[in-house]
């Protein structure tokens, strides 16, 4: 079956400019995470969505930016008025389970450029 | 806060070497462990993982890994390396909430 996609691969944003990143999880996963990965570290995780629930936003990095999964399947991350900092990889995650404990499956990423 | 250490950051090994990358995690409650890997364009996949039970756990491509509680550490291993297994590799930890918190990661080459 299908992974976890992301859209787009690539993107290059100028700095103060909107961006929407989108996930497209495995059908019928419920729980959704995304993370920033910054270039040569881990990925840090930035919310949880469990169906539509944003049940934990603690690891968004200010309130540029902001993530719905309106429907309980497709999650859009947005990042207003982008700066040079933002600049990352953004993965996505997906999980059957209604936790964070079991394993999640990741996307390919979004490598966001901002200049 | 939760803190997953990996202490090399780039490990050159040749082929049939012996391989051991370490984890350190900072949480001394209840914990689950997890070893990622990241092959050159590829995404994250689950290399293994530790809930309970045997702390000896076995994954794919011939990796295990051992939970040592006493030492908080969760190490890679591998008898014999390939050249297919240049990566990067990430240990994650969960304890509670939301989220998995991930070490810095291992850029592993094996040279042929």
């Known amino acids: 079956g299908a992974g976890v996609s992301q859209s787009p691969r690539y993107k290059v944003a100028k700095r103060g400019q909107d961006v929407a990143l989108r996930c497209d999880p495995i059908s019928g996963h419920v729980s959704l995470f995304w993370y920033q990965q910054a270039l040569g570290q881990g990925p840090e995780f930035l919310t949880y969505f469990q169906n539509e629930a944003q049940l934990d936003k603690s690891g968004l990095p200010s309130d540029r930016f902001f993530a719905e999964r309106p429907e309980g399947s497709v999650s859009t991350l947005k990042i207003q008025r982008t700066q040079q900092e933002d600049s990352a990889v953004y993965l996505c995650?997906?999980?059957?389970?209604?936790?964070?404990?079991?394993?999640?499956?990741f996307g390919p990423g979004t490598r966001l450029t901002v200049t | 806060a939760q803190s997953v250490s990996q202490h090399n950051h780039h490990v050159i090994l040749s082929e049939a070497a012996s391989l051991e990358l370490g984890c350190n995690y900072s949480y001394g409650g209840t914990v689950n462990l997890f070893w990622y890997v990241q092959y050159p364009g590829q995404h994250l996949q689950l290399l293994l993982k530790y809930f309970s039970g045997d702390p000896l756990v076995k994954g794919i491509k011939g990796f295990e890994a051992e939970f040592i509680k006493s030492k908080f550490s969760f190490n890679l291993r591998k008898p014999s390396v390939q050249w297919s297994d240049t990566a990067e590799y990430f240990c994650a930890v969960h304890n509670a909430g939301n989220m998995l918190t991930f070490g810095g990661g291992t850029r592993l080459m094996v040279k042929p």
């Open positions: 995650a997906s999980s059957p389970r209604l936790a964070a404990s079991y394993e999640q499956y």
